[in-house]
């Protein structure tokens, strides 16, 4: 069910990655685009600067010639006047009825008494008028023109301004969906391993009941039944007797053969000091994957095989010379109570029931109630 989700779900991951590299790509060309908007912009305002700067002389120059050419006019005024003082009226009262300078330059075409250079004079002051008019005019429209410009490039910031904008609303949208996925993905994977551990604990519950029942299968084959001892032991093995793995297995020339031949390694000593305990550890602990075969150290009678709190399954022995040994946190048994075994013979499995942190075989070893270097008859 999960596993075409889990796998859409990453595909749309993708897909969302890509768009928002696309969308990076767009924005950082909007940038340089902003950027050459804004370069052009800064141009644009200097060249509209500059152009005040000769408007402003243009100004200056204009006033200069009117100056110049309203200081001709007042001069030959004068002299005109002076002119009609001195007879000459009709002419005269014309010309100085002249309401301008260019009407005063009209008149003067018919009056042959005033001065060719005077007359040459203001026609050259009124040109230069004329022209710095003309210049000024000019600059002014080409400030125009800057300034249009100006509002161009102002109106394409904006806009490309909108659109960074936008990109970048757009980048934020992607990057909270492609979040909001990875959480959808990650959820869906652990469903998917929920779903996976589920499967896997009904398949190890199977098992277990399968060997349950050939456990009890085996027990009522023997018709002996493993005394239960306390009824509130919580859910541990209780003494089910299940078959052996090996034969006989007897080492060295002791009394006792070794219970454990199949240990990784001796974790303890027997009388070792350790905090947790009031007096010496009473055995040898030995340290062995779960499940290796543990032995009868020597012939004897079963007294105990059952579940202990402390001591797990344990199996305890009376030995035919009057030692009693003790087997501890096995897994499960392979003898019951009452029954007799030889030496070497396998009487359970390694295990770490009862108070007991890991794999291992307590054995102890007691002649009259207290406990012994199990060394010593080994
Ligand atoms: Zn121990």
Same mark, same amino acid.
């Given at each position: 069910?999960?596993?075409t989700?889990i796998?859409? @779900?990453?595909k749309?991951g993708?897909q969302l990655?890509?768009?928002?590299?696309?969308?990076?790509?767009?924005?950082s060309s909007l940038?340089n685009?902003?950027?050459t %908007?804004? +370069?052009?912009l800064?141009?644009?305002q200097?060249?509209?600067s500059a152009?005040?700067e000769q408007?402003e002389?243009?100004?200056?120059e204009?006033?200069?010639a009117?100056?110049?050419?309203?200081?001709?006019?007042?001069s030959?005024?004068k002299r005109?006047?002076?002119m009609?003082?001195?007879?000459?009226v009709?002419?005269?009262?014309? =010309?100085?009825?002249a309401?301008?300078?260019s009407?005063?330059?009209n008149?003067?075409e018919?009056v042959?008494?005033?001065?060719e250079?005077d007359r040459?004079?203001? %026609?050259?002051?009124?040109?230069t008028v004329e022209?710095?008019?003309?210049?000024?005019e000019?600059l002014?429209a080409e400030y125009?023109?800057?300034?249009?410009l100006q509002?161009t490039?102002?109106e394409?910031?904006?806009?490309?301004? @909108?659109?960074?904008?936008?990109?970048? =609303?757009? =980048?934020?949208?992607l990057?909270?969906e492609?979040?909001?996925?990875?959480?959808?993905?990650? +959820?869906?994977?652990?469903?998917?391993q929920e779903?996976?551990?589920?499967?896997?604990?009904a398949?190890a519950a199977q098992?277990a009941a +399968?060997?349950?029942?050939m456990?009890?299968?085996?027990?009522?084959?023997?018709? =002996?039944?493993?005394?239960s $001892? $306390?009824?509130?032991?919580g859910?541990s093995?209780? $003494?089910g007797?299940i078959?052996?793995?090996?034969g006989?297995v007897?080492?060295?020339s002791?009394?006792f053969t070794h219970?454990c031949p199949g240990?990784?390694?001796?974790?303890s000593?027997?009388?070792?000091?350790?905090?947790?305990?009031v $007096?010496?550890h009473?055995?040898h602990d030995?340290?062995?994957?779960?499940?290796t075969?543990?032995?009868?150290?020597?012939a004897?009678?079963v007294l105990?095989a059952n579940?202990s709190t402390?001591a797990g399954?344990?199996?305890?022995i009376?030995?035919?010379n009057?030692?009693?040994s003790?087997y501890?946190?096995?897994?499960a048994l392979?003898v019951?109570?009452?029954q007799?075994?030889?030496?070497?013979q396998?009487?359970g499995?390694?295990?770490?029931?009862? +108070?007991? @942190?890991g794999?291992?075989?307590?054995?102890q070893?007691?002649?009259?109630g207290v406990a012994?270097n199990?060394s010593?008859?080994?």
């Amino acid at each position: 069910m999960s596993a075409t989700s889990i796998s859409e @779900t990453q595909k749309k991951g993708e897909q969302l990655e890509e768009q928002k590299k696309a969308a990076e790509a767009e924005k950082s060309s909007l940038d340089n685009e902003l950027n050459t %908007v804004i +370069q052009e912009l800064q141009k644009a305002q200097d060249d509209m600067s500059a152009k005040e700067e000769q408007i402003e002389s243009a100004e200056n120059e204009l006033v200069e010639a009117k100056v110049t050419e309203n200081n001709q006019y007042e001069s030959m005024k004068k002299r005109i006047k002076y002119m009609y003082e001195n007879g000459n009226v009709e002419f005269i009262e014309i =010309i100085l009825s002249a309401e301008n300078i260019s009407d005063f330059l009209n008149k003067t075409e018919y009056v042959t008494k005033i001065s060719e250079y005077d007359r040459d004079m203001l %026609v050259e002051f009124q040109k230069t008028v004329e022209q710095v008019q003309k210049k000024e005019e000019e600059l002014r429209a080409e400030y125009e023109e800057l300034s249009a410009l100006q509002t161009t490039l102002s109106e394409k910031r904006a806009s490309v301004e @909108t659109l960074l904008s936008n990109k970048n =609303i757009q =980048i934020a949208n992607l990057e909270s969906e492609i979040g909001e996925n990875a959480k959808v993905l990650q +959820q869906l994977i652990a469903e998917a391993q929920e779903a996976e551990r589920r499967q896997k604990e009904a398949e190890a519950a199977q098992l277990a009941a +399968q060997q349950q029942a050939m456990n009890n299968n085996a027990g009522q084959n023997n018709q =002996i039944q493993a005394p239960s $001892g $306390g009824s509130s032991t919580g859910g541990s093995t209780s $003494g089910g007797v299940i078959p052996p793995s090996s034969g006989n297995v007897v080492s060295g020339s002791g009394y006792f053969t070794h219970p454990c031949p199949g240990m990784t390694y001796q974790s303890s000593y027997f009388g070792e000091i350790r905090e947790f305990e009031v $007096g010496g550890h009473k055995g040898h602990d030995y340290a062995a994957p779960e499940g290796t075969p543990t032995y009868a150290a020597a012939a004897g009678t079963v007294l105990i095989a059952n579940y202990s709190t402390s001591a797990g399954n344990w199996v305890v022995i009376q030995h035919d010379n009057g030692l009693v040994s003790k087997y501890m946190h096995h897994s499960a048994l392979t003898v019951s109570a009452g029954q007799r075994v030889e030496k070497g013979q396998q009487i359970g499995y390694v295990g770490s029931t009862g +108070q007991s @942190t890991g794999p291992h075989l307590h054995f102890q070893v007691e002649l009259n109630g207290v406990a012994v270097n199990p060394s010593n008859y080994m």
